[in-house]
């Protein structure tokens, strides 16, 4: 072994990413450590099954198409498919390819798990975050409806069957809202909480727990897991004004596929935090809304009417105010216990109280209550009294009576706009600014203002001059001023872009969209507006901009063809290669024509074929056609396309064309020359054997000539006759060589078993003469497809090479061994004779190179059986060592499938296109 091949040797061994050799037939050659050290499999389980058996179901037709186009000479980089592990898991591989001209393929693997999966996880985590987006915008009525919807989202994103919203009181464990897929579950469902494994949140003081697979932990004899069988569970506390409201869980009969992470625990706590502050909320609008009845003391509202009773007559005596507040005939009579009933029955209990604390006492009372009129109208009203004493005693009650409806239903709404606007605020990702005085420096800013800017408030003030001269950029401040003063005239809004000045980024891209607010004379008074964070779009327009550069560089420098294509075959853009090769100077001419213009007519069947590779497989090509130039001559092309979608939802087609002008001159030069080849060979021939043949006659003549009797002319005729027969086997040698290159290959059953004896037999004598022992192993199940003419002359040269060329030292052994692995046939042919040196390896399939001089031969047997193997579309290796012997290995392709499948009523072959 050379120093170089040493060296390739321990770089094969020793790489730690994954080397290989194989071939297009399916199967390893060769396999470096690093495969068995990634997969777990030996190399010999690897190489016994074709590299498909191993693939992920999923990846086999990319990986198949990518086999064709290394059939086909294309290189691999970066393909990436799955392959079968030894432990029954899969890892991802990306590859790297070359192939050779013989079909060999010499590829390199990483393993790319750990990047897949963590792709995976993200890809996860921005669902996650997106949903999180989205149900955070919802209001708290939207929320108290899509709960369920909200739970089952959820539990499906963390693969869970059961999503739960508990509220805890003691020892019980009530559902506020669940998610179950059989609707086991339903609102208000009480359970113990020891029964649950919420217990195990609760008692050790958690804010979340998670674990993946009960029946491991050790929590394994929980009371919940011996009743429901969940094997997965992961939940957190949900608190309400700071104490212990409930739980969010979820949890499943099934084990988590993986363990718990920290962006599935982060999920459940944001989710459990969410819910808490929306029930807080909750309770503080509750709270709000009764609170409201005493904020209208102070205003000075109309709908006020007078009452006044008797408290010895029971007599009860109302404004005309208060009748039509309680949609009364004006002048009906009523008593105080009727009065009294027009108040809700949830509210009726709290007058009646307050009007007898009043009278008992002498207390006032002003309270805001709902009523039910005589016509069925609820409606907010302010109640306010006080007593009427005469000589010291309480004698009556006095008092006012408002219809403060209007105000309590619009304060009601104002609330939830104001909820609705903070909801949305919060929502989206924008700060809010409002600069509510133009006259002063004074601004709003909101929270999410500073957060874009990475301040907190206090940290800046929020005035236009720390705007304008501390945060904005020097060269942004002419164009926004500019933006502002455009509104001075017709305009009421502006949208600028522009930079500030982050706390700890530098200065960052900002969209600044504004409404302002005119006084009659048409200036400025107030602005509000938001800011976004848009410095990534702009990076990413940078970017976009560099790349349609870049490709506007290469598509117009291409040396290819391209062409872009309606699917009608009319030209929207080509580049100055593809006008080159078409004879046209400008696009406006080329657009005048359509692909079809310049398709010559005979070409017509095989572009319906293309058609059809376009419409299946999206692609067609490549496929080779002329083209007419503008001058009407015709140039040969090869062309290549594929189909692409376009965002306004058209389909166009991509093309490249390559001028093959100079490839198909070389292909007919070459012809010629093999044409002349043959031609010359027939000609030598025939003239060489006339000759030769007229002087054997008259050597036979000469022989049986009595006169001729000196010693030295008889020895001239022997010489004669030797070089005669000489000539003879240059001859067939010539013709064998000229045979070898040109024949053609023919497709036929052979009993390969029967090939080898016949070989033998014709080498029976000197087998015999020189006790040569020979030894088969063949292992075949049928007969085999392929050329006759082929197979023998493969047999014939390897198997007397073997005798000739035997050792002299020790007893000649010749083994032949023929085993079948699928769809190939293997041909060993070993002996101990007196091998090839080293440097002359490379040389022995050679046309007229000899390995050794020291037995008698043409130089042209290892040849022969070279092009025979490469006709049968197959491959040799020659492993040999001076004075130890040779083998010499053939990979034939077995051709009985293809038999199989082509019947003898097959139609004539068409050319197939695609």
Known sequence: MSFQTKDFENFFKLSVNMLCIAGTDGYFRKLNPAFSKTLGWTDEELMAKPFLEFIHPDDIQSTLDEIEKLSKGATTIKFENRYLCKNGSYKWLSWSAEPTPDGTLYAAAVDITSEKENKIQLQENEKRMRYLYEISALSAVEIDKKLPQILKSVAMLLKQDIGIISKIQDSNYEIYEAYHPENALSKNQIFNLGNTYCDILIKNNKRSLAISHMKESKFHNHPCYNSFKLESYIGSIIKVNGAVYGTLNFSSSNPYQKKFNKNDTRLVQIMAQWIGNIFERKEKNEQLIRSEFLLNEAQKIGNIGGWEINLKTKELYWSDEVYRIHEVPIGTKVVLEEGINFYHPDHRPIIEAAVKESIENGTEYDLELKLITAKGNKKWVRAKGS??????????ARGVFQDIDEQVRAKEELELNKERLDLAIKGSNDGVWDWYDTSA????????FYELLGYKRGEIDSKFSIFKDFLLHPEDISATLEAISSCQGENSAFDVEHRLKHKNKGYRWYRCRANVVKDK?????????????????????????????????LYEESPLGLALCEMDGSFIDVNKAYLDIIGYSSLDEIKKLSYWDITPKEYEEVE???????NTLGKYGPFEKEYFRKDGKRIPVLLNGVVVNYSDGKKRLWSTVEDITLRKESENKLREYTEELKQFTYVATHDIKSPITNIESYLRFLKQDSDIKS???????????RSIEHSKKKILELVTVAQARDTIVKLEAIDLKAKINNTLDSLSSTIEKN?????????LSSEIISSKKHVNAILQNLISNAIKYRSEQETPIVKIEIKQNGNMIYIGISDNGIGISGHNKTKVFELFKRANTSHEGSGIGLYIVKKAVEKLEGTIEVESEEGKGSTFKVFLKN??????????????????TF
């Not at 007593?387 to 009556?396: A, F, P, R, S």
């Not at 420096?441 to 999410?448: G, I, L, T």
């Not at 319906?608 to 376009?614: D, F, G, M, N, T």
Request: positive net charge; glycine residues 4%; proline residues 1%.
């Open 711 to 721: 010693e030295r002319s008889l020895q001239s005729l022997k010489w004669i006759e």
């Open 608 to 614: 319906i074929e293309q058609l059809k590779s376009i």
């Open 895 to 912: 051709n009985l499938a293809i038999e199989k499948i082509e019947s003898p009523k097959k139609e004539k072959n068409k050319k197939l």
């Open 387 to 396: 007593v009427v004493k005469k000589n010291g005693e309480v004698v009556g």
């Open 521 to 553: 004379n048409g200036n400025i008074t107030r602005m509000t507006g938001s800011i976004s964070d848009i410095d990534q779009q702009k990076l990413s327009q940078k970017q976009l901009a560099d790349s349609e550069e870049k490709f506007r560089f």
């Open 771 to 779: 006790k040569i022992k020979i030894i088969k192993t063949i292992s």
């Open 441 to 448: 420096d004074e601004e709003w800013w909101s929270d999410k």
